[in-house]
């Protein structure tokens, strides 16, 4: 089973495709950051390398989500279920590095690993867990927008108001 019990409610593990969906989209993201420093002629390997780090790092750090994870729902935590913290995503930037290095296998080991963990996961003692999306709060906030028009015009129309 891929959850665990978390101060009485179920957590569940985030997937090797939902995790690599969030890392395409922080790819596309930070393609384009790197495509316009290009254009001002900044653009180097060394450079481009520092914005990836910066990018992940940063947003690990800072809120436990990139974009790309915010948009599909999932969240880095440590293994206890708090937030990570800066040096545990700089430790976790560190095991991507490791994972890449050994040809993608520590990427590759979300697939098989019992708790949907990579190299990078153990090697800064996280878990990706699932959580409400970006996406997920926009659509129940339009259907608590849509019921509340809904119920303004059924008061309008019984009480002439």
Request: charged share 15%; with cysteine; aromatic share 12%.
């Amino acid at each position: 089973m891929n959850t665990i019990v978390k101060e009485k409610e179920q957590i569940e593990y985030a997937g090797f495709w939902a995790r690599l969906a969030a890392y395409l989209i922080d790819y596309f993201i930070i393609g384009i950051i790197c495509w316009v420093i290009s254009l001002f002629g900044l653009f180097g390997n060394i450079l481009r390398y520092v914005i990836l780090a910066v990018y992940l790092i940063g947003f690990w750090g800072a809120a436990g989500q990139t974009p790309g994870k915010a948009a599909l729902g999932i969240k880095i935590v440590r293994l206890d279920g708090k937030n990570i913290s800066f040096s545990d995503a700089i430790l976790r930037f560190i095991g991507y590095i490791a994972s890449s290095i050994i040809l993608l296998i520590g990427f590759l080991m979300i697939g098989w690993h019992e708790k949907k963990r990579g190299l990078h996961d153990l090697i800064a003692a996280t878990v990706v867990i699932n959580v409400p999306s970006v996406i997920s709060e926009m659509l129940s906030r339009t259907e608590l927008e849509t019921t509340l028009a809904e119920a303004g015009e059924m008061q309008r129309e019984y009480h002439g108001v």
